[in-house]
């Protein structure tokens, strides 16, 4: 049997995929990462690109 191309089709015997990590984060507790969020999916477009340039600027 030929091997998987990539890391992401890695399979285990019992069928669970183990591609990629996943944790479970309660944003009810960070409110202000909800109601940014939520701002800027409201955006256009090009208002979304300036904010995405401004972030990848200053952090």
Not at 23 to 44: P, R, T
């Amino acid at each position: 049997m030929a091997k998987p191309k990539s890391s992401a089709s890695k399979q285990v015997q019992g069928g669970g995929f183990i591609g990629a990590r996943i944790s479970i984060i309660n944003f009810g507790k960070y409110k202000l990462v909800m109601f940014v969020m939520a701002k800027i999916m409201e955006m256009e477009s090009t208002e979304q690109n300036k904010v995405a340039l401004y972030l990848f600027n200053n952090i």
